[in-house]
């Protein structure tokens, strides 16, 4: 008898901690504090890891940067052949061979390393999915500037111009194609414009109401690989309607390109000192009241290197481009010994002009008209010597 009760107040207890146990792994994720939710809340910017895949072939990286109270937000550019020292490899390669489908923390953590800022949340799409994603919101919109009819990898390519809405094996085609004598600058703002036109779509009135139903929004959740909670998922979609992707930040990483052991690698100009500033830059810029606005999305600049430092001029438009100007013109100013570098208002907008000379705090601003019949920029910029790829030394 005394067996027979042991063994009913064993079974007992057994049951009670069971329960206990099972109380507090359902508190842990009914009543902890979602992460993601409390940040729009607090009005913190809001950063995610956006990578595309196929299988374990990363195709590329972007950084989204998002504040909930401005509203704005940036991609910044991260290409597969960045070259890094990997340290579990003890070599320089590409950050793409530490990328495997289902764990990008070690890819995570470089990134991290390499920006000197944490990124807290990771959105992995496989291509595959991607297709089925523009399938269930019944296709994305895009704008293509020139009709596409390319042979790639051995399909053709057909995109027609203007507004067109892609369904999913249409936006797999514009994602990943490439043309022979494409610039760089192309292909990373065609990927750009892609997860601009995706996040678009989820803010839409009807779309981002159907997403937020249990059934499509299941679906959709299944569609990604991601550390974000599905509550904090419903609460991104959500705060995507309120998102205006109009006004969007590009960025991406400048360097140069190195054979390292028959790898492509692109190595970041300054030792990757500059690529931390722009990363920086833009989100200072997305979290400002008053860094962008519809001034400046109609002001043009000029760039010209008054310098005989190479690609001076070029790297100086990435960093005016992450503050939201139209670039629209880079080239070598007349001479190559400009001791200080000038700011010219060409269109009688001296105040404008002088926002700009802010930004890399040049203090020799004056207005000089430029007449011409063809397009012309609103503001020339002419480095000088003084100028250290960041601002002006005084």
Not at 41 to 70: A, M, N, T
Request: proline share 4%; charged share 30%; glycine share 6%.
């Amino acid at each position: 008898m005394k067996k027979r009760t042991l063994d009913k107040s064993t079974f007992l207890l057994f049951f009670i901690i069971l329960l206990i146990i099972g109380m507090i792994i359902t508190g842990y994720f009914f009543m902890r504090p979602d992460i993601l939710t409390n940040t729009f809340k607090k009005g913190l910017p809001l950063k995610i890891l956006f990578l595309v895949s196929d299988g374990d072939d990363l195709k590329f990286i972007e950084l989204f940067l998002y504040h909930p109270e401005q509203k704005k937000g940036g991609f910044f550019f991260i290409p597969p052949h960045l070259g890094t020292k990997i340290e579990s490899l003890d070599r320089m390669d590409r950050i793409s061979v530490l990328y495997k489908k289902g764990n990008i923390t070690p890819l995570r953590k470089k990134i991290e390393q390499i920006i000197n800022m944490d990124i807290p949340f990771y959105i992995d799409m496989q291509v595959g999915n991607i297709i089925k994603m523009a399938d269930l919101v019944d296709g994305i919109e895009i704008f293509i500037s020139n009709p596409v009819d390319v042979e790639y990898e051995g399909k053709k390519i057909l995109l027609p111009s203007g507004n067109v809405i892609l369904d999913g094996d249409k936006l797999e085609d514009y994602i990943l194609y490439e043309e022979p004598n494409e610039e760089e600058r192309e292909k990373v703002w065609r990927k750009q414009k892609f997860l601009q036109a995706l996040l678009k779509r989820i803010g839409e009135p009807g779309v981002n109401e159907f997403l937020q139903e249990d059934i499509p929004f299941k679906f959709f959740c299944n569609l990604l690989y991601s550390n974000i909670s599905r509550r904090d998922l419903r609460s991104f979609i959500q705060e995507m309607s309120e998102f205006n992707t109009e006004h969007m930040y590009p960025g991406r990483v400048e360097g140069k390109v190195y054979l390292v052991e028959d790898k492509e690698l692109l190595f970041p100009h300054f030792k990757g000192e500059y690529l931390k500033m722009n990363v920086k830059q833009l989100l200072d810029t997305i979290s400002s009241e008053d860094a962008f606005d519809d001034e400046v999305l109609t002001v043009t600049l000029e760039i010209l290197n008054g310098t005989e430092v190479n690609g001076l001029a070029s790297r100086t438009a990435r960093l005016f481009q992450s503050y939201g100007y139209d670039v629209i013109s880079v080239s070598n100013a007349d001479q190559g010994n400009y001791t200080s570098t000038i700011i010219l208002d060409r269109k009688g907008r001296i105040d404008i002009a002088k926002k700009v000379a802010e930004i890399i705090k040049c203090e020799r601003v004056r207005t000089e008209i430029k007449s011409s019949e063809g397009e012309s920029a609103d503001i020339t910029i002419i480095l000088g010597k003084d100028f250290d790829g960041k601002s002006c030394k005084q």
